[in-house]
């Protein structure tokens, strides 16, 4: 099993900026894509971004490109997503997840991945 631990998330307001950091544990972390989903309230869970295991590619949904910035440091076992310019649009909970994968691919979709951390709220006033 490998735990995931998302931290960072808070209140903050339009325009401001947040860094989001999950921690890994339990496997090796460097084997592991990672990815970012949020969900807000009534909605589906959505992808946000995703890199691979060597951090040498990154992904990310058209709403966030250009303000969001996914990065990892595998001698921490930690993967971040850097927010700036933060929307009211943007709240959610945010979550961070990892697939086991022998390339170096990104991943978009939910069912790819095998874990997923509890999540760590995002709200962005007006």
Do not use: H
Request: hydrophobic share 35%; proline share 2%.
């Amino acid at each position: 099993q490998m735990q995931l631990v998302e931290s960072g998330g808070g209140l903050v307001q339009a325009g401001d900026s947040l860094r989001l950091s999950c921690a890994a544990s339990g496997r090796t972390f460097s084997s592991y894509a990672m990815g970012w989903f949020r969900q807000a309230p009534g909605k589906e869970r959505e992808f946000v971004a995703a890199i691979t295991k060597s951090g040498g590619s990154t992904y990310y949904a058209d709403s966030v490109k250009g303000r969001f910035t996914i990065a990892r440091d595998n001698a921490k076992n930690t993967v971040y997503l850097q927010m700036n310019s933060l929307k009211p649009e943007d709240t959610a909970v945010y979550y961070c997840a990892a697939k086991y994968g022998v390339s170096q691919a990104i991943y978009t979709r939910r069912p790819e991945y095998n874990y997923w951390g509890q999540g760590t709220q995002v709200t962005v006033s007006s």
